[in-house]
């Protein structure tokens, strides 16, 4: 094995040692799932995609598979949910992707005792690391960015940020390895919805302010 190589494994190691003491766990009572958190300033955030099935209510939310499920539902304003490419695997390594309708359901898609991150949670992470060209870099997971510059981060935050692509409103995939998009429960005054976006070829962290309520992204949670 060679000096780089050990230098290189070492510094992970290093890494993982100094996030494994950030996290703390938050166990969800409609299924028993056990998600990682992280303390980031004031606030704390699942270091993990949401995962859950169900609304606070036990209310299933159903699971579009195919993409005429997928499309019908958003145009009848109906919350679903889907894995990558309908792959389990997908699921447990980047979580699940919803559309708007289910962010914003009543019956509420976040865990007892936290909230779907806002627009002004996310400028707050944002700006305590660095700012938008420099934030991304920190919330980054080390591995697991695959784009074709390959740049993955530092995971200084222990955010853990993972590149879960997207799901169209036409029911198309598209972006797993090189973006991560994550809605926020923001819409402005113009009724636009606010979703942000990390891409894997820089570390630039990109707003997006558009009425694409049928796509489907990732979401974080924040402790209430």
């Not at 992707?97 to 627009?119: C, E, F, V």
């Amino acid at each position: 094995m060679s000096k780089q190589i050990i230098l290189a494994t070492i510094a992970l190691a290093i890494v993982f040692a100094s996030h494994a003491q950030q996290y703390g766990t938050l166990k969800d009572s409609r299924d028993g799932r056990v998600y990682k958190t992280v303390k980031i300033g004031a606030q704390e955030w699942m270091a993990e995609n949401l995962n859950a099935e169900r609304f606070r209510n036990g209310d299933i939310i159903p699971d579009a598979k195919t993409k005429e499920e997928w499309e019908k539902a958003g145009k009848n304003k109906q919350p679903v949910w889907c894995y990558y490419d309908n792959d389990k695997v997908n699921g447990e390594k980047y979580g699940k992707l919803y559309n708007w309708y289910a962010i914003t359901d009543k019956r509420q898609l976040a865990p007892a005792g936290m909230r779907i991150a806002s627009s002004e949670d996310w400028d707050s992470v944002i700006n305590q690391l660095g700012g938008l060209t420099k934030a991304g870099s920190n919330l980054k997971n080390i591995t697991g960015w695959s784009d074709k510059d390959g740049v993955n981060g530092t995971n200084a935050s222990g955010f853990c940020a993972m590149p879960g692509g997207e799901r169209e409103h036409d029911g198309e995939f598209n972006f797993l390895g090189s973006w991560g998009v994550w809605w926020t429960s923001t819409r402005d005054a113009n009724r636009s919805n606010w979703f942000l976006i990390i891409s894997s070829s820089n570390y630039d962290i990109f707003w997006k302010s558009s009425d694409f309520l049928n796509d489907g992204y990732s979401v974080r949670c924040i402790k209430n």
